[in-house]
């Protein structure tokens, strides 16, 4: 069992940073890969950026390559999502969740745990 609990969304203006932090409860968080999600309004869920198990490979939606990045402590059981050049169409609710196994994926539906997610908001 894992818990998860998002943290730093906020109100950024274009152009902005946020960080975003992923904390996990359970001792085998390590064994998880570790993904980041997001939903806008009346959009459906859309992958993001995920990490595997160890740190040392990750992916990125097209729509944020390059100007996100995804690490992961597994000493202090987190997983951080840095956003940088934030632009209104990155507005949603993110969410982080883990996955069964130490590889990464894309798709939500190999995601076993989620956290309830932490609003972004870029706008001027």
């Known amino acids: 069992q894992v818990q998860l609990v998002e943290s730093g969304g906020g109100l950024m203006q274009p152009g902005g940073s946020l960080r975003l932090s992923c904390a996990a409860s359970?001792?085998?968080?390590?064994?998880?890969?570790v993904g980041w999600f997001r939903q806008a309004p009346g959009n459906e869920r859309e992958f993001v950026a995920t990490?595997?198990?160890?740190?040392?490979?990750?992916y990125f939606a097209d729509s944020v390559k390059g100007r996100f990045t995804i690490s992961r402590d597994n000493a202090k059981n987190t997983v951080s999502l840095q956003m940088n050049s934030l632009k209104p169409e990155d507005t949603a609710v993110y969410s982080c969740a883990c996955k069964p196994g130490r590889r990464w994926s894309t798709f939500p539906n190999e995601y076993t745990y989620w956290g309830q997610g932490t609003q972004v908001t870029v706008s001027s």
């Open positions: 359970g001792r085998t968080f390590s064994s998880y890969a």
């Open positions: 990490i595997n198990w160890s740190g040392d490979s990750t």
